[in-house]
C-alpha cells in the first residue's frame, strides 16, 4: 500500500504511472544545484497525527542530540507549510538532514581554511589580482580585531567563513571585487539551503517565525534551514511514485526528475542529444539568448509537433513548475514518445556530475538520490 500523501506531494500508483504517463554552492564554496522551482500555492491544511511530536522523535536517529528542539523545529515547520507529520514526510526530511549535516546545526568542516584560500586566490586570478596583492590587503584588522587572514585560517564552519565574507565585502573595496557585493556562502545551515531558493519563497510564503537577523543569516539556523529546506523538498506538487526522484530534486532542483524524464523522451523523438540534467533552458537563456540544446531539439521537430518557436520557448520557460505538464510540448511529446512504443517514464534521475573544492570522488546526483533514498528506509523502519 503506498502512503497517504499531503495534496502538495502526490505519489502516482504504478498502474497509473505505466499508463498516463543541477550551479549551486557547496559546503562551503562550491557551487550547488541552483535552479530552484517556484513555490506552487499553498495546500488546503490536513490532520496531523495525534501526536505529531512523538512520530517526529521516533523518526530521529538514536544518536542526535537535543531530541527534543529538532522535533519541535521540524512540527512547527511542516505546520506553517501545512504538510503532515506522516511517517513518509518526516523519514523524507530526516534523510536529507541526516545527509546534508549529521543533524549538526553549523557543522565543522574539515579543511575549510584551505578550501577559503584556495577559492579566494582563484577568485583574485579571474580578476586579474596579484596573490601577493591580496595577501597583504586580507592582513588588515577586521571587525573584530584579528586580520582577515588570521580569521580564514581559525574558520572551522561554514557561518564562521560567511561572517568573514560579510565583513571584508562591506570593509574592503577590494572585497567587494572579489565577490560582486554578494557573500559566497550561498547554501547554509543543516539541510544546505539555497540562500536565493529561501529568498523566492519568501516572496510568496514570508518566513512565519519571528527573527531578527537577516533572512540570509536565518537560514543559519536550525529553524530557518528546516523551513526553507522542507519547503525545497516537499512543498511542491509532482507525480512521483518514489520519494528517490525528490531526493534526487533536492539535489538538482525542484522538478529536474521530471524535466530529465521529458529531455530523454524528446531526445529519443528527434535524435537530436540532450544530457537529461533537468535543466531545460541554460542559466540566462531566455528571449534574446541562444537557445539551449533542449530547445534545439524541440525545434527540430516542431512542425510534427504543430508548435512554432515561440510555443517552444514559452513551454520551456515553465520548467521549474507544475505548470510545464499542461504545455502542449510537454504533452505532445510524451504522447508521441509513448504512442511509439519507447519507454516514457515520468521521472527519471537528472544525470548531473557533483562538482566543488570540497568534493574529491566521482559523485553525481544519482549517487547523492540513492544515498538519501537509503537513509529514508532505514528511518521508516526505525519508525
Not at 500508483?13 to 500555492?41: D, I, Y
Not at 517565525?209 to 529553524?223: C, I, N, Q, V
Request: include cysteine; charged fraction near 25%.
Amino acid at each position: 500500500m503506498l502512503p497517504a500523501l499531503h495534496p502538495a506531494v502526490r505519489v502516482r500508483p504504478p498502474a497509473v504511472r505505466a499508463s498516463a504517463r543541477v550551479c549551486r554552492w557547496a559546503l562551503p564554496m562550491a557551487l550547488l544545484a541552483g535552479c530552484f522551482g517556484e513555490r506552487e500555492p499553498a495546500p488546503a491544511p490536513t490532520r496531523q497525527p495525534a501526536d505529531a511530536h512523538a512520530v517526529i522523535e521516533a523518526a530521529l536517529p538514536a544518536r542526535v542530540s537535543h531530541r527534543d528542539a529538532w522535533a519541535s523545529d521540524i512540527e512547527a515547520v511542516l505546520k506553517a507549510l501545512k504538510l503532515t507529520a506522516s511517517p513518509e514526510h518526516v523519514c523524507a526530511i530526516v534523510a536529507v538532514i541526516e545527509q546534508e549535516s549529521s543533524f549538526q546545526v553549523d557543522p565543522v568542516v574539515p579543511g575549510l581554511s584551505a578550501i577559503a584560500w584556495r577559492e579566494i586566490d582563484r577568485r583574485a586570478e579571474q580578476h586579474g589580482v596579484p596573490p601577493t596583492v591580496l595577501h597583504q590587503v586580507l592582513k588588515l584588522h577586521s571587525s573584530d580585531g584579528r586580520s582577515y587572514a588570521e580569521r580564514i585560517d581559525a574558520a572551522r564552519t561554514e557561518k564562521d567563513l560567511s561572517d568573514i565574507f560579510e565583513d571584508f565585502i562591506g570593509s574592503v573595496p577590494l572585497g567587494r571585487t572579489l565577490f560582486e557585493s554578494a557573500n559566497p556562502i550561498r547554501t547554509r545551515g543543516p539541510m544546505q539551503v539555497n540562500v536565493a531558493f529561501a529568498e523566492r519563497f519568501a516572496k510568496t510564503s514570508p518566513y512565519p517565525f519571528p527573527h531578527e537577523r537577516s533572512l540570509e543569516d536565518e537560514l543559519f539556523t536550525r529553524r530557518g534551514s528546516l523551513y526553507f529546506g522542507i519547503a525545497h523538498l516537499l512543498a511542491y506538487p509532482a507525480d512521483y511514485d518514489r520519494y528517490l526522484y525528490r531526493f534526487a530534486d533536492y539535489n538538482a532542483g525542484q522538478y529536474a526528475s521530471r524535466n530529465a524524464a521529458f529531455q530523454r523522451a524528446l531526445a529519443a523523438l528527434s535524435g537530436v542529444e540532450i544530457t537529461p540534467d533537468g535543466a531545460l533552458q541554460s542559466p540566462g537563456e531566455g528571449a534574446d539568448h541562444e537557445a539551449g540544446e533542449t530547445e534545439r531539439a524541440a525545434l527540430a521537430i516542431a512542425a510534427r509537433l504543430d508548435l512554432n518557436a515561440a510555443d517552444i520557448r514559452e513551454a520551456l520557460a515553465q520548467g521549474r513548475t507544475s505548470a510545464f505538464e499542461a504545455t502542449r510540448l510537454y504533452q505532445r511529446v510524451m504522447a508521441r514518445a509513448r504512442a511509439s512504443g519507447r519507454a516514457a517514464p515520468y521521472a527519471v534521475i537528472p544525470s548531473i556530475r557533483l562538482q566543488g573544492p570540497k568534493l574529491h570522488s566521482r559523485l553525481t546526483t544519482e549517487w547523492y538520490a540513492h544515498r538519501v533514498d537509503e537513509r529514508y528506509q532505514r528511518c521508516l523502519q526505525r519508525s
